[in-house]
């Protein structure tokens, strides 16, 4: 049903191109102003609804919040300015979804405000050097998770993303026949769409996500993914062991924090590769840009 409703929205804009392009000021004029009248008629009669709903009290508003959380009821409140819950908080309560996914990359993630034109300003803190984190990555998982929470933002500037560093440590390299390096292979598809596995706390589980291992690992206050293979020798990790934050590999005993990152327990320089990662709705949405086909 969204979705056919969303197709009706872009027919409507579709209709309105095609008026303005026969060169009739008048029609168009008018097809416009129709358009502006069905929005202010449905506006106020959803305006109604949402101050009934708000007199109810405590009730009231939980139930705002779950309508709210709707996506097409979301995009409608936004629409009309009628959302329950202000931007600040939207952006606030997007950015800590992302952040513990973030882990040591950022350390922080500051918001420095919505300026006169709708851009939202945000400045990462504290990036660790050596951390298998590229810009692409970092930055789209910020802003996938703020666009979906307040897409009325014009855009967002992130501040004090940097760009990967060459890897070091004893991360594994497959190299091409002959000893020549194999081509570069490209990029995945930004954002992946998985079922959520049933997984309690403690434990470890494997997905394939687009081809590739992925490594869900779950504690107790979250979800956190990284590519299912260890820094140091190259081994599945699901075999592995999971005790608080510490992730051991069951091959060659390297242990990683897997809420910071993945860095190593023994702070050498190795860390695992982490995915970025968001739960919405029973499924999880997994960033996938910067690992290589």
């Not at 202010?40 to 959803?46: S, T």
């Not at 194999?182 to 996500?209: H, K, N, T």
């Not at 960033?287 to 086909?293: T, W, Y």
Request: charged share 25%.
């Amino acid at each position: 049903m969204a979705d056919k409703l969303a197709q009706v929205g872009t027919r409507i804009e579709a209709v309105l191109d095609e008026l303005a392009s026969r060169g009739d000021p008048a029609v168009t004029e008018k097809a416009e102003e129709l358009v502006s009248l069905l929005i202010e008629l449905y506006g106020g009669g959803l305006e109604r609804i949402l101050q009934t709903i708000a007199d109810d009290g405590e009730a009231g508003e939980a139930m705002l919040r779950r309508l709210a959380k709707d996506e097409l009821v979301e995009a409608l409140l936004i629409v009309h300015g009628l959302h329950p819950v202000d931007v600040d908080e939207r952006i606030h309560e997007a950015l800590e979804s992302v952040r513990p996914y973030m882990g040591s990359h950022s350390g922080g993630v500051e918001n420095l405000g919505v300026d006169d034109e709708g851009v939202l300003h945000l400045r990462l803190e504290g990036n660790c050097e050596g951390c298998p984190s590229s810009r692409v990555t970092v930055q789209s998982a910020i802003e996938d998770a703020v666009r979906k929470a307040a897409p009325e933002i014009a855009g967002i500037d992130v501040q004090g993303v940097v760009d990967e560093q060459p890897r070091t440590g004893n991360l594994l390299q497959i190299g091409g026949l002959g000893g020549q390096t194999a081509p570069a292979p490209g990029p995945r598809e930004e954002w992946a769409s998985v079922a959520r596995p049933e997984i309690v706390a403690g434990q470890l589980q494997s997905l394939d996500v687009d081809g590739l291992s992925v490594l869900i690992c779950s504690l107790e206050d979250n979800l956190y993914a990284y590519r299912n293979s260890c820094a140091s020798c190259g081994s599945l990790l699901d075999g592995g062991r999971l005790e608080d934050e510490a992730l051991t590999c069951a091959t060659c005993g390297q242990s990683y924090n897997v809420r910071l990152a993945g860095r190593s327990m023994r702070g050498e320089g190795v860390h695992l590769q982490p995915l970025p990662l968001l739960q919405q709705n029973g499924s999880l949405r997994i960033a996938m840009s910067s690992v290589p086909r």
